[in-house]
């Protein structure tokens, strides 16, 4: 069964520049083992291809229970110098939330 990370977790963003910087934060504590599998920086660099040009690195959060990914040259160039409608990246947590994920039988 595939579902939608928003079933799953919420999201936060952040911006460094042209770095744009997406929190993945379970609902459910119990369901960050099943994010940490699942969710890799290949697969959030494969569903934001059209918006990520750069180099995504994921971080591994477990006290907190949340991943962090940092996705490089995401931002147009960053708040001071793109003409994006969102130059800090804050509606592209939506757009992580949107990626789906094969949930195993039994979960």
Same mark, same amino acid.
């Given at each position: 069964?595939?579902?939608? $990370? ?16 997406? /929190? ?11 994010? /940490? ?12 291809? /059209? ?14 229970? /949340? ?29 992580l939330l949107e990626?789906?994920?094969? $949930?195993?039988?039994?979960?």
């Open positions: 069964m595939r579902v939608k $990370l928003y079933d799953l977790a919420h999201c936060r963003a952040g911006d460094k520049g042209n770095t744009l910087i997406l /929190s993945l934060i379970p609902f459910r504590e119990t369901d960050y083992p099943l994010l /940490s599998q699942m969710v890799t920086a290949e697969k959030v660099k494969e569903h934001l291809s /059209s918006i990520v040009k750069g180099d995504v690195v994921r971080y591994e959060l477990p006290n907190i229970a /949340s991943l962090q990914f940092v996705c490089q040259d995401a931002l147009e160039g960053g708040v001071t110098t793109s003409l994006a409608l969102d130059p800090h990246g804050k509606t592209l947590s939506y757009a990626m789906e994920i094969e $949930l195993q039988k039994g979960i």
